[in-house]
């Protein structure tokens, strides 16, 4: 699976953005996806994922009621829509696929996008 992350940009605190991880690959439909964010100097941390079949979504509480996850399979897309984003969001988003169950933990991804900067100003 081969993942190409874009939609990053400059915004400002309060505006929205909708990030896409675009994968190839025929397994597409069986992975899990998620995003992930690196802010300078911190460490990777986990956004959100989703499941195989879209239904079941997980955020990390940073996020939890300002962004959604959602997958067209059809597509081969992962989306990540950010509203009312904060100076705090600001990081390279990555997207990644693993082909297991749902998980935060960054080692479980096998496949991982090149990470597109969304920079949000106050």
């Known amino acids: 699976v081969q993942l190409q992350a874009s939609g990053g940009g400059l915004v400002q605190a309060g505006d929205s953005l909708r990030l896409s991880c675009a994968a190839s690959?025929?397994?597409?439909?069986?992975?899990?996806l998620g995003w992930f964010r690196q802010a300078p100097g911190k460490e990777r941390e986990f956004v959100s994922a989703?499941?195989?079949?879209?239904?079941?979504?997980y955020y990390a509480e940073a996020v939890k009621g300002r962004f959604t996850i959602s997958r067209d399979n059809v597509k081969n897309t992962v989306y990540l829509q950010m509203n009312s984003l904060k100076v705090e969001d600001t990081a390279v988003y990555y997207c990644?696929?693993?082909?297991?169950?749902?998980?935060?933990?960054?080692?479980?991804?096998?496949?991982w996008g090149q990470g597109t900067l969304v920079t949000v100003s106050s």
């Open positions: 990644a696929a693993t082909a297991g169950l749902y998980s935060s933990d960054a080692r479980v991804y096998a496949y």
């Open positions: 690959g025929r397994t597409f439909v069986t992975y899990c």
């Open positions: 989703v499941n195989w079949s879209g239904r079941n979504t």
